[in-house]
């Protein structure tokens, strides 16, 4: 097959419970012109796609622990083999939860330490943007972005082993700051160690944040730095057709 | 299931201060955590501690945060659950 897609396609993953899969099919409809596909957790295929989303809300209820019984969902061998392959895949808030219990990526999300809900708009300072070319690539090291979060349940913890770890491998990427970029406990909304709002895995391709980018994406909304995100990956998908094309 | 030591438990603190305001004043150190209960078969002892140790493993707790420990409570006989009230 020579064909290559002219337009991302994503693949955006439904649980029973899953709340934002509509507006990541809006952003990818309306807003950008892309290709999307809503994927039924008990499919075991993507299909054709250049990215996969798990987006927020509760999956299988949350029950147990977020994201718990949604990593055994079929859905998951799928995504489990398209970021083995190196597909770029981002959960998003309870995508997030999702993406560590699978294993995808380290660490656990708690109640967040003052035990409520927050919704709100967050400042978010971004570094070692290389690290997660396929989601951040077109932001800069130490940029502010603004963007929603909504949650409980968005307190990352770790071991301090993991924690070191993911600092010296750059692979925080996304911290709470305050509207000066200062990383500090006011500015962090859920107790996050260290105020970390977002990780790559090893590899780069795994992103997994707890803020909106959806929720970011037309001025009517309140801001569009969540653009950005989807900007940055349809320039890393740009250059690697090769690789874009092999999932044809 | 019970929190690992390192990690913080709003819950508990919470709760920690409910009941010193109640007047229980020398409440501290408390810790939140979780129960399940469920009826299940095994062919002995040693199979049952080794299904819920795997149980406990790839779902009901996550390593990350938690640690499991469990009880096991034989029926009286064939087809009883020691789970439901009598």
């Known amino acids: 097959m020579t064909v290559t897609a002219a337009r991302p396609r994503i693949a955006v993953v439904v649980f029973p419970g899953t709340w934002s899969e509509r507006d ?8 950008l012109g892309w290709e999307h596909r809503l994927v039924w957790h008990l499919e075991d295929d993507l299909g054709p796609c250049d990215a996969v989303v798990l987006p ?47 294993g995808l990526l380290p660490g656990a999300l708690m109640r967040n330490d003052h035990l409520e809900f927050r919704c709100d708009w967050q400042w978010l300072r971004v570094e070692h943007p290389a690290a997660a070319p396929a989601w951040l690539g077109d932001l800069a090291d130490g940029e502010l972005i603004s963007l929603p979060i909504s949650h409980g349940e968005g307190r990352y913890v770790a071991d301090p082993a993991t924690l070191d770890a993911l600092e010296a491998g750059g692979r925080v990427v996304l911290r709470y ?3 000066a970029g200062a990383v500090t406990p006011d500015a962090n909304p859920n107790g996050s160690e260290r105020g970390i709002a977002g990780i790559v895995n090893e590899r780069g391709n795994v992103l997994g944040l707890m803020p909106h980018p959806e929720r970011a994406s037309e001025a009517e909304v309140g801001g569009t730095d969540g653009l950005r995100l989807f900007a940055s ?14 999932r044809l | 299931m019970s ?3 390192g990690i913080a438990d709003p819950e508990g603190q919470t709760i920690g201060s409910a009941l010193r305001s109640l007047g229980y004043a020398s409440v501290s150190d408390v810790r939140s955590g979780k129960l399940i209960r ?22 009901l707790a996550n390593p990350v945060m938690e640690v499991a420990s469990w009880e096991l409570r034989a029926a009286e006989q064939a087809g009883d659950s020691p789970v439901l009230p009598s």
């Open chain 1, 24 to 31: 990541f099919a809006h952003v990818a409809a309306e807003v």
């Open chain 1, 56 to 102: 927020g809300g509760f999956a299988h209820g949350d029950h147990l622990r977020t994201g718990a019984v949604a990593r055994f969902s079929p859905v998951m061998r799928a995504v489990e083999a398209f970021a083995a392959e190196g597909g770029a895949v981002i959960g998003s808030c309870n995508g997030f939860q999702v993406l560590t219990e699978a």
């Open chain 1, 177 to 179: 700051a305050d509207a």
């Open chain 1, 233 to 246: 990956l349809e320039r890393w998908l740009q250059q690697r057709p090769a690789a874009a094309e092999r």
């Open chain 2, 3 to 5: 929190l690992r030591g």
């Open chain 2, 38 to 59: 469920f009826a299940f078969e095994a062919d002995d002892h040693a199979a049952a501690e080794a299904s819920v140790d795997e149980m406990c493993r790839r779902l």
